[in-house]
């Protein structure tokens, strides 16, 4: 089994920024992409960004390309994810994700991803 917190959530005003971190603990060695995703108030649960085990790709949906940037330190376990210029459409509770799997196009789907955070809160007021 594989345990991920996250943390780095919390208050900030429109055009600030945050940055989430992800402990990964236990099973490490089989964790290979990780992702992040968020859940907006009152909306679905929808895919942020994700990283490849070496970092060699990276994968955003569209809103927050050029704003957000995902990385790994894989000596500690750990995703991050820079968010700048954030909007109060950002705000979500944002969740960790690892998968045991190489998921190329499939980083963008829950599906793939075998491990989940508990979430961390993040809202911007405008």
């Known amino acids: 089994q594989v345990q991920l917190v996250e943390s780095g959530g919390g208050l900030v005003q429109a ?36 990283i490849s085990y070496s970092g060699s790709r990276t994968y955003y949906t ?11 330190d894989n000596a500690k376990n750990t995703v991050y994810l820079q968010m700048n210029s954030l909007k109060p459409e950002d705000t979500a509770v944002y969740y960790c994700a690892a998968s045991t799997r ?3 196009s499939g980083s963008y789907y829950p599906r793939g991803y075998d491990y989940w955070g508990q979430g961390t809160q993040v809202t911007v007021s405008s």
């Open 15 to 50: 055009g600030g920024s945050l940055r989430l971190s992800c402990a990964a603990s236990g099973r490490t060695f089989s964790i290979y992409d990780m992702g992040w995703f968020r859940l907006p108030p009152g909306k679905e649960r929808e895919f942020v960004a994700a």
């Open 62 to 72: 569209d809103s927050v390309k050029g704003v957000f940037t995902i990385s790994r």
């Open 102 to 104: 190489t998921l190329y």
